[in-house]
């Protein structure tokens, strides 16, 4: 026993000889290591705003951006979203099925090992030999039935001498940075749908106290209108402008309910509530549209989770190279095998019946018919194509800030004007009806002024609105915060 056992020492003090030089030798990885490629940027980013080349950062917490609006109804609803959002809880489920891919592909590092115990019965033929009284000799066929139990262990090791293993832990660990990205994403674009529903739904609901103030004015006209005709003042013509002017307003105001309720009901689905569950009472609509300073433009680089998602799923393709190239090379197996293997159970673990092997492995593909080639070239192709879907997601970028940019300044000039006209129609219309009520001009005259100025009140809220929603659309495309660097 201890002449099988210091055998056994020995062939493992071998192997292990044989690993130490294998894994010595085997520090290279084939194929391209990553270098992130050089990306566009418009020129007024580079020069006069302090341009430089950005590490992804998308994993820093960007803080509760929506409080800048300083509305409570908005941040008790924000709360809700990572905790019932179900695109963010799928893409958290998708997160941790791509960590554990990363753990899975961590374990190649290690050897198998495997205990196989067996016990079989069977039955084979034979061929008996027997010596007649004669001296001849008898051939008969019989069968043999037998018993075999062995209690064996297996362990094999690949070792990494090309990097194939290093290169496909490195793709999925990037793959699980991509989706970590992907999971943040999820989670700023429910979040800035959610603030850009609930803005709309608030201007929905100015809209509709508008309408409402408008259809009490609209009603006092038509009392006027009315008194003015029972003495004989004004015509019947009058008192049907005045109460189809009245009744299309009203219209106008209920027909705003089918836009609030789907509003309410995007809300409710965002915060994962069924929609006949929930809903949100009128409030007048107070918020500001905060000062977001746009002093670092490059970090848009390190707070987007797409662009860093992107990137990340770059370098995943790029380790794939790696993954097929080394195809091109041999694999190297480590093996080993000890137990003990009898015909009778009560003998099995004895010296007698000690069983082992080690032993290394070198396999080597020769011909394949351009199988490894053909998987080379595929795995080129997806990362040229990762490069292209990463710039071009740069490139949007870019141009989410500058349209949003470009949106608030424009529409902070826009609203400027917009209430001087507001103002003018409403002073307009009072004009009007008084000097209907002094029998100078027709209702006709107080019809369009009553129109104009609804019309200008309408439009002063909507600008606000869209004020609003590009605020938030700027919030967003800055990767959701600029507090944190």
Not at 16 to 44: E, F, N
Not at 252 to 272: K, P, S, T, Y
């Amino acid at each position: 026993m201890m002449r099988l056992a210091s055998g056994w020492r020995g062939a493992l003090a071998l192997q292990a000889a044989a690993l130490q030089a294998a894994v010595l030798s085997g520090g290279c990885a084939v194929g391209p290591d990553y270098a992130r490629p050089p990306t566009p940027a418009p020129a007024q980013f580079k020069e006069s705003l302090g341009w430089r080349t950005a590490q992804p950062k998308d994993q820093l917490p960007r803080g509760k951006w929506w409080e800048v609006y300083g509305d409570g109804n908005l941040n008790a609803l924000m709360e809700q979203i990572d905790i019932s959002n179900q695109n963010i809880k799928q893409a958290e489920a998708q997160y941790r099925a791509a960590r554990a891919l990363v753990q899975a592909a961590r374990a190649a590092y290690f050897p198998t090992v495997a205990l196989d115990p067996s016990a079989t019965r069977a039955r084979s033929g034979a061929r008996i030999i027997t010596s007649a009284p004669s001296g001849a000799q008898v051939v008969s066929s019989g069968s043999v039935v037998g018993n075999t139990f062995a209690a064996t262990g297996d362990a094999s090791w690949e070792i990494d001498l090309w990097g194939k293993l290093r290169r496909t832990t490195e793709n999925a660990r990037e793959t699980a940075a991509a989706s970590a990205a992907d999971l943040e994403a999820a989670r700023l674009s429910a979040q800035a749908e959610l603030a850009q529903d609930y803005f709309e739904l608030r201007v929905t609901d100015e809209e509709k106290r508008l309408y409402d103030a408008n259809v009490e004015g609209l009603q006092k006209s038509l009392k006027i209108t009315q008194n003015q005709y029972s003495v004989g003042v004004a015509g019947q013509s009058d008192v049907a402008q005045a109460q189809t002017q009245l009744k299309s307003t009203q219209a106008a105001a209920i027909d705003l309910a089918i836009q609030r309720g789907q509003l309410e009901h995007a809300i409710a689905v965002l915060i994962g509530k069924a929609v006949e569950d929930f809903s949100l009472p009128p409030i007048p609509l107070v918020v500001k549209i905060p000062d977001i300073p746009l002093d670092l433009p490059s970090d848009l680089l390190e707070r987007r989770p797409d662009i860093a998602g992107n990137e990340r799923r770059m370098a995943a393709s790029n380790a794939s190279i790696g993954v097929a190239k080394s195809a091109y090379f041999p694999s190297l197996t480590l093996s080993g095998q000890y137990g003990y293997q009898s015909s009778s159970w009560s003998h099995l673990f004895s010296v007698a019946n000690e069983v082992w092997s080690v032993g290394p492995a070198l396999a080597l593909t020769l011909f394949d018919g351009g199988l490894r080639r053909a998987l080379t070239n595929q795995a080129v192709a997806n990362y040229d194509a990762s490069v292209a879907v990463y710039r071009q997601t740069v490139l949007a970028a870019f141009q989410d800030v500058e349209d949003n940019l470009i949106s608030l300044r424009v529409l902070a000039d826009e609203i400027t004007v917009q209430d001087e006209a507001t103002k003018a129609a409403d002073a307009a219309e009072a004009i009007a009806l008084n000097q209907y009520k002094s029998g100078i001009v027709s209702y006709l005259n107080v019809v369009v002024a009553q129109t104009t100025a609804l019309t200008n009140e309408r439009a002063s809220l909507s600008v606000r609105g869209r004020q609003l929603a590009s605020s938030v659309a700027l919030i967003k495309s800055l990767g959701g915060s600029w507090n944190h660097s």
